[in-house]
T-cell receptor
Framework: EDQVTQSPEALRLQEGESSSLNCSYT??????LFWYRQDPGKGPEFLFT???AGEEKEKERLKATLTKKESFLHITAPKPEDSATYLC???????????FGAGTTVTVRA | DADVTQTPRNRITKTGKRIMLECSQT?????MYWYRQDPGLGLRLIYY???????NKGEISDGYSVSRQAQAKFSLSLESAIPNQTALYFC??????????FGDGTRLSIL
């Protein structure tokens, strides 16, 4: 069974204080690893898809990386508007569905 | 206008009532999904549909049913609601090998 574990559960940062979120996974052949951002009262918003170990993707202050066992979401010099819950999900190569982690809630203080 | 629209956004009801949650999309995607989100558990798949004639159970389908009325519409029903079905419910859509896109959810409380 596919498993996704995200850590930490919550992260409080000062504005400008860079940090990383971890997503550890076990899957029988990875088709893709997905990062989403979720704001309170909203649905998850797609950020990135990573397909193979060594791949990296960037968007503004966010950078996602992938190894064979985990993915990191690096937040560089965060701003208060980066406050959100970040969700990680994996899709197995022989499956249709996404398996989600419980998320990391990031709070950035000005 | 939102690409994936869920109605209602909030619903409070009583144990034993029949509830229907609706989802419509303007993205033209073939695939539609229903998830529930509970604190600390992440999103879990209830049902999914790859086209109008294709309906499949997800990992937690017991107590739920769905109907795909058209390519753009996918509804979720709770035939006889129970308190442990209190959760956030999300509809998502996608095309094959593309990321899923989510609606803003329905907050359902069952008393």
């Amino acid at each position: 069974e596919d498993q996704v574990t995200q850590s930490p559960e919550a992260l409080r940062l000062q504005e400008g204080e860079s940090s990383s979120l971890n997503c550890s996974y076990t899957v029988s052949g990875l088709r893709g690893l997905f990062w989403y951002r979720q704001d309170p009262g909203k649905g998850p918003e797609f950020l990135f898809t990573l397909y193979s170990a060594g791949e990296e993707k960037e968007k503004e202050r966010l950078k996602a990386t992938l190894t064979k066992k985990e993915s990191f979401l690096h937040i560089t010099a965060p701003k208060p508007e980066d406050s959100a819950t970040y969700l990680c999900a994996v899709q197995a190569s022989n499956d249709y569905k996404l398996s989600f982690g419980a998320g990391t809630t990031v709070t950035v203080r000005a | 206008d939102a690409d994936v629209t869920q109605t209602p956004r909030n619903r409070i009801t009583k144990t034993g009532k029949r509830i229907m949650l609706e989802c419509s999309q303007t993205k033209g995607h073939d695939r539609m999904y229903w998830y529930r989100q509970d604190p600390g558990l992440g999103l879990r798949l209830i049902y999914y549909s790859f086209d109008v004639k294709d309906i499949n159970k997800g990992e937690i389908s017991d107590g739920y049913s769905v109907s795909r009325q058209a390519q753009a519409k996918f509804s979720l029903s709770l035939e006889s609601a129970i308190p442990n079905q209190t959760a956030l419910y999300f509809c998502a859509t996608s095309n094959p090998n593309q990321p899923q896109h989510f609606g803003d959810g329905t907050r359902l409380s069952i008393l």
